[in-house]
């Protein structure tokens, strides 16, 4: 991923979500969109990227629709990643999308406190360390890829998720899973409330282009040398495919070079919510 060239102004719209499917029942303008991407939904807000050469009539004509709320331009390579957008972080809402039995879900991210990922053996059917993981203040239960064989048969991935599914509901958490190859998706979409780019999988373009055409929340694990700029990146992949449920886990990385070391990115680049690393200090 080339990173460090220098970006031309391109201007992305802020649309009213509310109102932006009756907008399409009545159809576009022809040419309104003309040059432009997907429009990007997530929960409660809408955007579409008008590319970097919007004719200023375009751009007039888009701000006298009813559903446009603004336009905003934007230098920096990632434009819908860009935190010129909104100012501010955007929650996503994990569950409550019939999986995890509970209507409102779980909001990740804003200005609320940081969320703990547990992370569970891929395997594991003990309720008890569940319970105990969200009574410890876990709110998402997370899994990794699942390969150790039962009873001398190794069940396949849909059957897996299945019994991480059940376990999750009966602690009442919503449930995360790791997904390493875009063929896996299909058998974890029914089950998972979030599906998780781990860091050595954050530049695999094509499983980020095939989780932008979900509307599930994507998580992406920054890579260790990985730069700020190139993990925003590869949130834009998955947003420029009309998923805006995208939120950035922050590990940090071994390094004292300063694109490279780790700092609290919720409060710099990015808008999509994420880990505050290092953590804030305790009295």
């Known amino acids: 991923m080339t990173t460090g060239a220098a970006s031309a102004e391109a201007h992305v719209a802020i649309l009213d979500s509310s109102a932006i499917q009756e907008a399409a029942a009545r159809g576009t303008p022809d040419g309104m969109w003309e040059g432009s991407g997907n429009i990007v939904r997530g929960d409660g807000w809408a955007a579409i990227g008008l590319g970097d050469r919007a004719a200023s009539e375009s751009l007039e004509r888009l701000r006298s629709l009813d559903w446009v709320e603004r336009i905003v331009a934007v ?4 434009r819908l990643a860009s935190r010129a957008l909104f100012q501010r972080d955007l929650p996503v809402r994990l569950g ?3 999986t995890s039995g509970r209507e409102a879900g779980t909001a990740v991210g804003g200005r609320g406190s940081v969320t703990i990922v547990a992370t569970l053996p891929a395997r594991s059917q003990n309720e008890r ?3 105990r993981a969200v009574a410890a203040g ?9 390969s ?3 009873g001398g048969r190794a069940p396949s991935l849909r059957e897996r998720m299945a019994g991480l599914r059940e376990l999750c509901d009966g602690v009442g958490a919503p449930m995360s899973v790791a997904v390493a190859d875009a063929r896996q998706i299909g058998d974890v979409i029914e089950t998972a409330d979030a599906l998780v780019v781990e860091a050595h999988s954050m530049q695999d373009f094509s499983l980020l282009r095939e989780l932008g055409r979900l509307d599930r929340p994507v998580v992406i694990k920054r890579a260790s040398g990985a730069t700020v700029e190139e993990f925003l990146l ?3 992949y998955v947003l420029a495919g009309g998923n805006g449920r995208v939120i950035l886990c922050d ?4 390094s004292f070079v300063t694109p490279l070391r780790p700092r609290p990115i919720r409060r710099s680049s990015p808008r ?10 305790t009295a």
Request: some cysteine.
């Open 75 to 78: 230098s920096t390579p990632f």
């Open 272 to 281: 999509c919510p994420g880990r505050r690393w290092p953590p804030a200090p």
């Open 234 to 236: 590869a949130a834009e």
């Open 129 to 131: 360390s569940a319970r």
């Open 251 to 254: 590990p940090g990385v071994r």
């Open 148 to 150: 150790s064989p039962v």
């Open 138 to 146: 876990a709110t998402v239960l997370h899994f990794g890829r699942a």
């Open 96 to 98: 409550g999308r019939g």
